[in-house]
């Protein structure tokens, strides 16, 4: 086990509903990146907090929106759910912001919008 | 925009032999691959890490290669076991450090 735990484990919305994800980083780790990851395809990077910054952000529009705290938890909101965000979200913490060369993923969320 | 490719198709290998995967990436020079097992439903572990300079890295039966002419990685399982059964992904950091991108996988069955 990596020491990386998410919350909830599986999630049924429906469409145009709003969703927040959690994840509680591994101890001593202050960097957080967020993944989707579709049925049959491999993760896509949302965005990444570093000492309770956004560093950076994949091809993801303003719905989704994120939050680090001072434990370095983490938040992931997305707005207005559509069918195509029904996916596997997966947490992963790490230590020093960009560069980051090993991350420790958490199990995941399922989340599946109707 | 930086891609990376594994084959999509699963493998298939008998107990005892060497599995090899297959990652290539393209329009970006990264400067170090990553592999990562992925169990259904689990979130990936991280396996090798492998740097440009780098011809080979080894950690116990696992070994992985990369060829920057090729833009290629190889990943091997020697004397594969059915426990090695996953989902294997390659990985890369793109360009500003920040942002992994991944493979989609290739699927990894090992026969008793």
């Known amino acids: 086990e990596t020491g990386v735990t998410q919350s909830p484990t599986h999630l049924i919305k429906t469409r145009g509903q709003q969703v927040t994800l959690r994840c509680s980083s591994q101890?001593?780790?202050?960097?957080v990146s967020w993944y989707q990851q579709a049925l049959g395809q491999g993760p896509q990077f949302i965005f990444q907090y570093y000492r309770e910054e956004e560093n950076g952000r994949g091809n993801f529009p303003p719905r989704f929106s994120g939050l680090q705290f001072p434990n370095y938890s983490s938040e992931l909101n997305v707005n207005a759910l559509e069918l195509d965000d029904s996916a596997l979200y997966l947490c992963a913490s790490s230590l020093g912001g960009a560069g980051v060369e090993t991350q420790y993923f958490g199990p995941g969320t399922r989340l599946l919008v109707l | 925009s930086q891609k990376i490719e594994q084959n999509s198709e699963a493998l298939n290998i008998q107990e005892g032999k060497t599995a090899t995967l297959t990652c290539n990436y393209t329009?970006?020079?990264?400067?170090?691959l990553q592999w990562y097992r992925q169990d259904p439903g689990r979130g990936p572990v991280f396996l090798l890490l492998?740097?440009?300079?780098?011809k080979e890295k080894r950690k116990e039966r696992l070994k992985v290669t990369f060829d920057t002419t090729l833009k290629q990685s190889l990943f091997h399982i020697t004397a594969s076991q059915p426990a090695d059964s996953a989902t294997y992904l390659c990985?890369?950091?793109?360009?500003?450090?920040?942002?992994?991108?991944f493979g989609a996988g290739t699927r990894l069955f090992v026969k008793a």
């Open positions: 101890s001593g780790h202050n960097t």
């Open positions: 492998i740097r440009e300079n780098e």
């Open positions: 329009n970006y020079s990264p400067a170090y």
């Open positions: 990985a890369q950091v793109g360009t500003g450090g920040f942002k992994t991108i």
